[in-house]
């Protein structure tokens, strides 16, 4: 739950987000001292910053979490929803701010693995922050070779990455947020969502229909057998689909951008920091301070 406050000393507007019950279940309590440890490091205009955390009273018996944040205006999703005319300015600077945060994200080698409309916050000029880092993870650097197996289960199935939903405790990479990126850049554009799939299965049909099947050494990655088979009975191989009928408004280079972010072969696709120098943003690039962040020290 968030509300907004004002703080009594200096008079400034806030957000609190209380998180309840973070003890009822070991997964509650992982996700919230990861939001927290990631926000106390997080500095990018990109990114949504944390004022402070209440203490609370007994450090024995609290149960309840209360975050101190910065304050926006609304979320993307009520945005996207709304009657609000967008524009391909707008829309523009909405991507180039979530893909300026991803790199930030990124450069720290973690993975937001929840980006959707809903944990994304504007304000009335279109500034972008991306918040919501409970499903965040790191990947530090580790001197065993042993494998270690992350959940597949995370982000929300529209936004959810082919090797997400194709793979079973494969261990993925920062892709998947870029991937979510372009499903957003899509849904900008149509004003609905991009791959409204009503099942695993149904979502795989959306995707390979607008990406076309993946090749076979694509399929051959992956895990869950399954889906290897789901895949392979697309015969034949469904084509590329015609995106400048379906986006007639992005032109070349927001198709060209459209396509380097939802490539399915997360190999194939583009990385955050590559996205913010397309040409897309050209324009933009021109008119802001383009100087990018340091993130912090993995």
């Given at each position: 739950?968030?509300?907004?406050?004002?703080?009594?000393?200096?008079?400034?507007?806030?957000?609190?987000k209380?998180?309840?019950?973070?003890?009822?279940?070991?997964?509650?309590?992982?996700?919230?001292l990861?939001?927290?440890?990631?926000?106390?490091?997080?500095?990018?205009?990109?990114?949504?910053?944390?004022?402070?955390?209440?203490?609370?009273?007994?450090?024995?018996?609290?149960?309840?979490?209360?975050?101190?944040?910065?304050?926006?205006?609304?979320?993307?999703?009520?945005?996207i929803?709304?009657?609000?005319?967008?524009?391909?300015?707008?829309?523009?600077?909405?991507?180039?701010?979530?893909?300026?945060?991803?790199?930030y994200?990124?450069?720290?080698?973690?993975?937001?693995?929840?980006?959707?409309?809903?944990?994304?916050?504007?304000?009335?000029?279109?500034?972008?922050?991306?918040?919501?880092?409970?499903?965040?993870?790191?990947?530090?650097?580790?001197?065993?070779?042993?494998?270690?197996?992350?959940?597949?289960?995370?982000?929300?199935?529209?936004?959810?990455?082919?090797?997400?939903?194709?793979?079973?405790?494969?261990?993925?990479?920062?892709?998947?947020?870029?991937?979510?990126?372009?499903?957003?850049?899509?849904?900008?554009?149509?004003?609905?969502?991009?791959?409204?799939?009503?099942?695993?299965?149904?979502?795989?049909d959306?995707?390979?229909?607008?990406?076309?099947?993946?090749?076979?050494?694509?399929?051959?990655?992956?895990?869950?057998?399954?889906?290897?088979?789901?895949?392979?009975?697309?015969?034949?191989?469904?084509?590329?689909e015609?995106?400048?009928?379906?986006?007639?408004?992005?032109?070349?280079?927001?198709?060209?951008?459209?396509?380097?972010?939802?490539?399915?072969?997360?190999?194939?696709?583009?990385?955050?920091?590559?996205?913010?120098?397309?040409?897309?943003?050209?324009?933009?690039?021109?008119?802001?301070?383009?100087?990018?962040?340091?993130?912090?020290?993995?």
């Amino acid at each position: 739950t968030v509300v907004s406050a004002r703080h009594r000393r200096t008079g400034k507007t806030c957000a609190i987000k209380h998180i309840g019950g973070v003890f009822l279940a070991k997964d509650y309590a992982i996700k919230t001292l990861r939001e927290l440890r990631f926000l106390r490091v997080f500095r990018h205009p990109n990114v949504v910053g944390l004022h402070d955390v209440l203490v609370p009273r007994n450090a024995q018996t609290f149960d309840d979490v209360f975050l101190v944040t910065e304050l926006m205006e609304t979320d993307l999703d009520m945005l996207i929803k709304s009657k609000t005319v967008l524009h391909d300015r707008h829309n523009r600077w909405i991507m180039y701010q979530l893909l300026r945060a991803l790199a930030y994200v990124h450069g720290a080698n973690v993975s937001h693995r929840d980006v959707k409309p809903a944990n994304i916050v504007l304000d009335s000029q279109c500034n972008l922050k991306l918040c919501d880092f409970g499903l965040s993870r790191a990947d530090f650097p580790r001197e065993s070779e042993t494998p270690i197996f992350w959940t597949d289960y995370v982000a929300t199935r529209w936004y959810r990455a082919p090797e997400l939903i194709c793979s079973h405790y494969e261990q993925y990479t920062t892709q998947i947020d870029v991937w979510a990126a372009g499903c957003i850049m899509g849904e900008l554009v149509k004003r609905r969502a991009l791959f409204p799939g009503r099942n695993v299965y149904h979502q795989i049909d959306l995707i390979t229909n607008f990406c076309g099947t993946p090749s076979q050494s694509t399929i051959d990655q992956m895990r869950n057998q399954k889906a290897r088979e789901h895949l392979m009975r697309q015969v034949p191989p469904k084509p590329h689909e015609d995106s400048a009928a379906k986006f007639p408004s992005l032109g070349e280079e927001g198709l060209s951008m459209l396509h380097g972010l939802l490539s399915f072969d997360p190999r194939e696709r583009s990385s955050a920091a590559a996205g913010c120098q397309h040409s897309f943003f050209k324009e933009i690039r021109q008119s802001i301070d383009e100087s990018f962040i340091q993130p912090p020290p993995q």
